[in-house]
């Protein structure tokens, strides 16, 4: 298998304060990279930055090379933003944290899955859009899909929303998923169907995925492989089992030991990361 994405070296500052601090990855073809960390370690922003997503206020330094597409690998960091648009939801699509904020309010879900289909489609017809937004929608188990097609986000459970967002994601079968913490607004039975549902599309479209979590047994049931971040470095990478039976570093160690089990001594108080 080929390497899809590299990131390298990023560093990303938000005026005077640096997020990440020179960040090194790689997603290789096919496969599921699981990056976690506390909450600020600069996994979204590490994410958001693929996409060039974060905005004027950020300021972005480093590589991020894509060699999904034809002609070679390209720095989306350089390449003009016509360019971009043109990868961004085609070639890497993004499930984004909290669906009802994803999602428009005022639009209904079938209008905005269908419009995913047209910006990377410009012969396909009003019809025709309608047409493969209700697939994408059957594909990710939305009971009655054609009916449903004109209802807006509040008019769906928090589940499905996030359904919505994985078929407006993989509607134009990119080859990298980017998951920003997809479960987390979830309850238990819930975020065991979406998490599913991801591994079963990973499976059926062969694409590669970056599933974003600070859940590490969330990730060690999606991802073959792992990064760890702390305060906007990597600190570890590995083979998920590896990581998360014999931790090398001390920081995914204190992660580990931050996880309440069935063992735990309720006496005693949970590690600080």
Known sequence: MGQLLEIDQVRIRFGATEAVRGASLAVDEGEVLGLVGESGSGKSATALAVLRLLGSTARVEGKILWRGGEGGAVDLMQIPAAALRRIRGREIAMIFQEPMTALNPVMTVGRQVAECAAAHANSLTAKEAKRKAIAALEAVAIP??????????????????????????????????????????????????????????????????????????????????????????????????????????????????????????????????
């Open 144 to 273: 009655d899909a054609a009916r449903r097609y004109g209802d807006y986000p509040h008019q769906f459970s928090g589940g499905q929303r996030q359904r919505i967002l994985i078929a407006m994601a993989l509607i134009n079968r990119p080859r990298l998923l980017i998951a920003d913490e997809p479960t987390t607004a979830l309850d238990v039975t819930v975020q065991a169907q979406i998490l599913a549902l991801l591994a079963q599309l990973q499976r059926e479209h062969g694409l590669a995925m970056l599933f974003i979590s600070h859940d590490l047994a969330v990730v060690g049931q999606v991802a073959g492989r792992m990064a760890v971040m702390r305060a906007g470095q990597i600190v570890e990478t590995g083979a998920a089992r590896d990581l998360l039976t014999h931790p090398q570093h001390a920081y995914t160690r204190s992660l580990l030991a931050a996880v309440p089990t069935m063992k735990t001594d309720r006496e005693k108080p949970l590690a600080v990361v």
